[in-house]
């Protein structure tokens, strides 16, 4: 794994909102974006962040003590988080939904939604400029993926993308 560089940190990170009261980061490696994210949230802000390999958990939890780290799975994110950190505003993912099978894309992404706030979005990265997310999983539940940004620096360059629930 190739930890991403920095000029996607900030990029992830440029899409938080100053009024992001709880935000989640999946997949946070050992933090190469993770330090970014902190910088960006306002004092009140919540911030955990859930890795599955407990090796890259403890690194994190060594590098940035201050923040809780949740070792487990996304797919299980509703019974990680504790109550205090739901409803989530922003979900900030560097999972690899593109080398996922569709089935547990779709699962992660239930779990996010179940968690998150109506308007809330997921900041999610991928490697080609195309949604990182099946259309039918999407389409199932009543999602859309938006692409944002791109960190041209980032080595190969990164694309930054939305997921949030369509308006009814
Ligand atoms: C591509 S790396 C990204 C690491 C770092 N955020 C970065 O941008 O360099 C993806 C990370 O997601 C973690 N991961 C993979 N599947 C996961 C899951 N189901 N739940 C939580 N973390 C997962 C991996 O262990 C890995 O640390």
Not at 30 to 40: C, D, F, K, Q, S
Request: glycine letters at 8%; charged letters at 25%; aromatic letters at 6%.
């Amino acid at each position: 794994m190739v930890p991403s560089g920095d000029d996607l940190a900030r990029a992830m990170a440029d899409r938080l909102h100053d009024d992001d009261q709880c935000v989640v980061e999946l997949g946070p490696g050992t933090g190469a974006i993770t330090g970014r994210l902190i910088e960006r949230l306002g004092p009140e802000a919540r911030f955990t962040a859930v890795e599955l390999n407990e090796r890259f958990a403890k690194t994190l939890s060594e590098r940035y003590p201050a923040i809780e780290v949740l070792t487990g799975d996304a797919r299980q994110l509703g019974e990680l988080l504790p109550e205090a950190f739901k409803p989530v505003d922003a979900v900030v993912s560097s999972l690899g939904f593109l080398a996922m099978p569709e089935s547990l894309c779709r699962e992660i992404l239930e779990a996010v939604f179940l968690v998150m706030n109506p308007q809330g979005r997921i900041i999610q990265f991928s490697y080609t400029p195309r949604s990182p997310i099946p259309q039918r999983v999407l389409e199932g539940l009543g999602a859309e993926c938006k692409r944002v940004s791109t960190a041209w620096k980032n080595l190969p360059p990164a694309f930054v993308f939305e997921i949030r629930r369509k308006p009814r």
